[in-house]
């Protein structure tokens, strides 16, 4: 049973700084997943911000280049989010995801992302 859970969303005031985590169970740890950072605001498509492949090779910021930083913590089976100099837009719901296994990271689209967490919200202002 996979289980991906945010945490560490809340009020920032923009240029001020959040960190989100996501304790990930339940994935194999003989195969390759790729994880993501999703976000989504009202009215907007869901789009992606990050993404991290299993030995960290691949990482990619899709949004926010400059700004936003993702990290794993194997040992402790955490992804992270760093996000610095918030600003308004920065403004929704995040969410961590794990593509199927063997999905290739560098090429996958969000159909591949088929494990996700219930999602954390962030509001700047």
């Known amino acids: 049973h996979v289980q991906l859970v945010e945490s560490g969303g809340g009020s920032a005031q923009a240029g001020g700084s959040l960190k989100l985590s996501c304790a990930i169970s339940?994935?194999?740890?003989?195969?390759?997943?790729?994880m993501a950072w999703f976000r989504q605001s009202p009215g907007k498509e869901r789009e992606r911000v990050a993404i991290i492949s299993t030995d960290g090779s691949i990482r990619d910021i899709d949004v926010a280049q400059g700004r936003f930083t993702t990290s794993k913590d194997d040992a402790n089976n955490t992804l992270y989010l760093q996000m610095n100099s918030l600003e308004p837009e920065d403004t929704a719901m995040y969410y961590c995801a794990a593509a199927r296994p063997g999905a290739y990271c560098d090429i996958s689209r969000e159909s591949d992302f088929v494990y996700w967490g219930q999602g954390t919200q962030v509001t700047v202002s």
């Open positions: 339940g994935l194999s740890a003989t195969s390759k997943y790729c």
